[in-house]
């Protein structure tokens, strides 16, 4: 079936250091791609996403290229913030079964320290 | 605008006893998706509405859950004889329509405790 295999946490960062979460996906047909943060206390939100191969999301300095040849949408950011530390979620979507549900990975815990 | 919001945000229950969970989604929203999140886990599908119709109920893990969304806005997550192995937190999203493109748009779900 369709799934998300993301890299394990916790990772733990200094101020302006560089980040790569990797994330790689199986699926049977052409997913959209999606990056969720949750920050401390606070619900769900889409941090960015791409719906075709070769496109590139991109928000608050964070961004991810949909690479269909190696099957992975990884996120990267040029340099954390101490307000970047949130547990990151990669997700697909597939119009399957009646419907566009999100298949996520396992979350990665991201803590940066100042 | 007001997002999607999910009452009560928290719930005891005492095992076997029923629960309801209720969903405001973003009105207009066509879809609306439940999900089931375990604790240290990403979110796992539920089931899926299609306006009042429930389209994908092939994520509730047992004939105890059953979810509704009668006149295609708000939506309730009934689970019965609550076990302990149903705490979790319960979130509910809702996207614009029904392409997998779409956006989804995440309550601050319901936290489930089973004592």
């Known amino acids: 079936g369709d799934s998300v295999t993301q890299m394990e946490g916790p990772v733990t960062l200094s101020e302006e250091a560089c980040l790569t979460i990797n994330c790689t996906y199986t699926a049977t047909g052409y997913p959209s791609l999606f990056w969720y943060v949750q920050y401390p206390g606070e619900g769900l939100q889409l941090l960015l996403k791409a719906t075709k191969a070769d496109d590139k999301g991109s928000n608050k300095g964070f961004e991810a290229t949909y690479r269909k040849e190696t099957t992975s949408f990884h996120l990267e950011k040029g340099s954390v913030q101490v307000s970047d530390s949130a547990v990151y979620f990669c997700?697909?979507?597939?119009?399957?079964?009646?419907?566009?549900?999100?298949?996520f990975g396992k979350g990665t815990k991201l803590t940066v320290n100042p | 605008g007001a997002g999607v919001s999910q009452s009560p945000r928290y719930k005891v229950a005492k095992r076997g006893q029923d629960v309801a969970l209720r969903c405001d989604p973003i009105s207009g929203h066509v879809s609306l998706f439940w999900y089931q999140q375990a604790l240290g886990q990403g979110p796992e599908f539920l089931t899926y509405f299609q306006n009042e119709a429930q389209l994908d109920k092939s994520g509730l893990p047992s004939d105890r859950f059953f979810a509704e969304r009668p006149e295609g806005s708000v939506s309730t997550l009934k689970i019965q004889r609550t076990q302990q192995e149903d705490s979790a937190v319960y979130l509910c999203?809702?996207?614009?329509?029904?392409?997998?493109?779409?956006?989804?748009?995440f309550g601050p779900g319901t936290r489930l405790t089973v004592l």
């Open positions: 999203a809702s996207s614009l329509s029904r392409l997998h493109t779409d956006t989804q748009y």
């Open positions: 997700a697909l979507s597939l119009l399957q079964g009646g419907s566009e549900k999100l298949v």
